[in-house]
């Protein structure tokens, strides 16, 4: 089996899972129905790290897509929820627009990566074990690591600043 | 087909849909959703291209650790945004976004 094991089955389980989520996301009309259906999704992405042999992945976009990143967006929604009178034009009016643009766009991408010469598929798993992984990040790749953290840590006090409201003084 | 063109099939798929609803929805925080659905579909190409080919002695992997950290950060401050902005307008509809048009 090419890269390890390649289980069409699985592939197509994970695969119709996932875009079927994904067009929930784009979809539905209510915004918690898609905020439900994007959690779906992302687990369904989850399933696929792991068919590709990234358990650590896997575990971490659930930690952190479908727990935390979902979380966030549902008290965002939560939050702005106005729901006054009818939500009918839940498209803007460039919808044709933008589904021809996508589809046109999926199209060229499909012909350049299956027409493109990536190059032969080796027989196992290239995906690094946990020891590996663990190695790069903290002796190759420890700069982007700790710069990743400082920029969490800008986002976050960004975030506070956007969203805190200010206090009227008696 | 090898199995790494189906998956960057199913990926290119995942894109397509999020750009979509970037692009239609008018609903901010469903665009924002649509965003995440992006991020995931490129990290799928990711993770698959460095299980399939390997190079860069597994950086493929991490580089996709770094794009679902990078992608929280995103969220917090987008979402930030949004709130700020529903204080002040009341509204969440992208088309009533046009407080800076000529």
């Not at chain 1, 008290?75 to 034009?89: D, K, R, S, Y």
């Not at chain 1, 027989?123 to 990040?137: H, N, Y």
Request: net charge positive; with cysteine; charged share 10%.
């Amino acid at each position: 089996m090419p890269g390890g094991d390649f289980h069409p089955w699985f592939f197509v389980i994970v695969a119709a899972w996932v875009l079927v989520c994904g067009l929930g996301v784009v979809l539905f009309k209510k915004v918690m129905y898609s905020a439900v259906s994007m959690v779906f999704c992302f687990l369904g992405v989850a399933f696929a790290y792991a068919l590709l042999n990234a358990p650590l992945v896997a575990i971490i976009q659930i930690l952190v897509y479908v727990g935390a990143i979902s979380i966030v967006i549902i008290f965002a929604i939560m939050l702005t929820e106005v729901q006054t009178g009818g939500l009918e034009l839940f498209f803007n009016r460039q919808t044709l627009a933008a589904a021809v643009a996508a589809l046109a766009g999926a199209a060229v991408l499909a012909v350049v990566a299956v027409s493109a010469d990536i190059g032969p598929v080796g027989d196992k798993s290239l995906t690094p074990g946990l020891k590996v992984l663990s190695r790069l990040i903290f002796d190759r790749y420890v700069f982007p690591f700790e710069l990743v953290s400082l920029v969490l840590v800008a986002a976050m006090i960004g975030a506070i600043v956007l969203a805190h409201r200010e206090e009227e003084r008696p | 087909m090898n199995p790494l063109d189906w998956w960057l099939l199913l990926a290119i798929l995942l894109f397509s849909i999020g750009a979509f609803g970037v692009l239609a929805r008018r609903n901010v925080i469903v665009v924002v959703m649509s965003l995440e659905v992006m991020l995931n579909a490129v990290n799928i190409a990711l993770v698959a291209i460095a299980n399939f080919r390997g190079g860069a002695r597994g950086a493929g992997t991490l580089f996709a650790l770094f794009v679902i950290v990078l992608a929280a950060a995103e969220v917090t401050v987008g979402l930030a945004i949004v709130i700020a902005n529903y204080r002040n307008r009341r509204t969440v509809q992208t088309d009533t976004y046009d407080k800076l048009k000529g």
